[in-house]
Every structure is written in C-alpha cells, then in structure tokens.
C-alpha cells in the first residue's frame, strides 16, 4: 500500500486495525449483494435476448423491475403510467407530495415571465425524501386523473371516498399563456356535529 493511501485511510477511520476489518466486511457484503442483483439483472437480460416471445419476457422484465425497485429507480416518472393510479396520498410540502411510500416533485419548465408550464416529476429519494415534511398517516386514498383538452395538460389526485380533488398540477393556460399549475386543496376541518 502506498504512503499517501495508507495516510488517508488511517485519518478516514483511525489507527485502530478492528476498524479496517469492520469496513472491509460491510464493503465485501455490499459487494457479495451488488452481484446477487447483477447477476439476476443479467439472468433476465439473457432470457429476452435469446427468446423468440419478446412480449412475455419484456413483461417478465417489467415486473422484475418493480419488484426491485429501490435498485432501479427512474429519475422521472413517466406521467402517462401515472394515469390511474390508485395510491394512499400523504399531503403536500411546496411543490412535492407523497403516495405511497414515494416522494415526487412537481418540476417547473419556466420559459419566461409569462409561460412556464410542468417540465416533470421527479422521484425525490434519501435524505431529500426525509426531509420533507407530510402527514404520518395517510389523509386520503386517491387515483390520478389526467385531464388534456388541447390547452391545458392537468393531472389531479381525486379521493376515492368522496370524490374531493387533493391536488392539481400539471399546465394551465392563463390568457392564452402556458402556466405551471400546482394547487392543493386540503379539506374543511370537521367539526364535532359532522
């Protein structure tokens, strides 16, 4: 080991050599389940390449990918799958929200002063995710519904208890201006006799 690599480890984690071994033994593990997940990545791959029926494998390959989804996140989600889903909503902070166990963020494509319009919606993990603040427990249980009539391109979370729209994003036209459109509508408060 050189004098510079063995000078930086040592002021990284210390002149104790348990602390060597304990670090190597968490990298090897990483590894050791690094390679399981290749390996099965790999194994999927192989089948599709080599199958005559890509429609059941591509299908295979899909599903694969849902199941391992903290190894394979998207960046984005593709708005058009969003579409009907059914997820339980916990609430809004700024311009994101939370169904289900994931955190997105409504992304602004602003153009100028006058157009802006929804650029994305990004998958906001680790410590980004934790940080923002929504309820504990679900407010509601909600499907996505998608809205297009030329002009506007509005996405809304609808509950399905009662029909009360959660939320809208999406574009919105403003006196014949694009607009980024991000509303959210929480509930009256109820009170003892409701």
Same mark, same amino acid.
């Given at each position: 080991?050189? !004098?510079?690599l063995?000078?930086?480890?040592?002021?990284?984690i210390?002149?104790?050599? !348990? =602390?060597?071994?304990?670090?190597?033994?968490?990298?090897?593990?990483? !590894?050791?389940?690094?390679?399981?997940?290749? /390996? @099965?990545? $790999?194994?999927v791959?192989?089948?599709?390449?080599?199958s005559?029926?890509?429609?059941?494998?591509? +299908?295979?390959?899909?599903?694969?990918?849902? &199941?391992?989804?903290?190894?394979? =996140?998207?960046?984005?989600? /593709?708005?058009?799958?969003l &579409? #009907?889903?059914?997820?339980?909503?916990? #609430?809004? /902070?700024?311009? *994101?929200?939370?169904?289900?166990?994931?955190?997105?963020?409504?992304?602004? /494509? &602003?153009?100028?002063? $006058?157009?802006?319009?929804?650029?994305?919606?990004?998958?906001?993990?680790? @410590?980004?995710?934790?940080?923002k603040?929504?309820? #504990?427990?679900p407010?509601?249980?909600?499907?996505?519904?998608?809205?297009d009539?030329?002009?506007? @391109?509005?996405?809304?979370?609808? =509950?399905?208890?009662?029909?009360?729209?959660?939320?809208?994003? #999406?574009?919105?036209?403003? =006196?014949?201006?694009? *607009?980024?459109?991000?509303?959210?509508t929480?509930?009256?408060?109820?009170?003892?006799? +409701?």
């Amino acid at each position: 080991m050189s !004098l510079d690599l063995d000078w930086a480890i040592r002021a990284a984690i210390g002149d104790d050599p !348990l =602390d060597m071994t304990e670090l190597l033994s968490k990298y090897a593990e990483q !590894l050791s389940q690094l390679k399981k997940r290749t /390996d @099965n990545l $790999y194994s999927v791959l192989s089948g599709i390449v080599k199958s005559p029926d890509l429609t059941a494998d591509t +299908e295979k390959f899909i599903k694969w990918l849902k &199941e391992h989804r903290g190894i394979m =996140d998207p960046e984005t989600i /593709d708005l058009d799958d969003l &579409e #009907g889903t059914e997820a339980d909503f916990y #609430g809004v /902070d700024n311009n *994101c929200f939370k169904l289900d166990d994931t955190v997105c963020e409504a992304i602004e /494509d &602003e153009s100028d002063g $006058y157009r802006s319009m929804l650029d994305s919606v990004e998958i906001i993990k680790g @410590n980004d995710a934790k940080s923002k603040i929504f309820f #504990g427990s679900p407010v509601a249980r909600v499907v996505v519904e998608h809205s297009d009539d030329g002009t506007d @391109n509005l996405y809304t979370l609808v =509950d399905l208890h009662d029909g009360h729209t959660w939320l809208t994003f #999406g574009t919105d036209e403003y =006196d014949y201006y694009p *607009c980024f459109r991000f509303e959210y509508t929480p509930k009256a408060p109820q009170t003892a006799q +409701e």
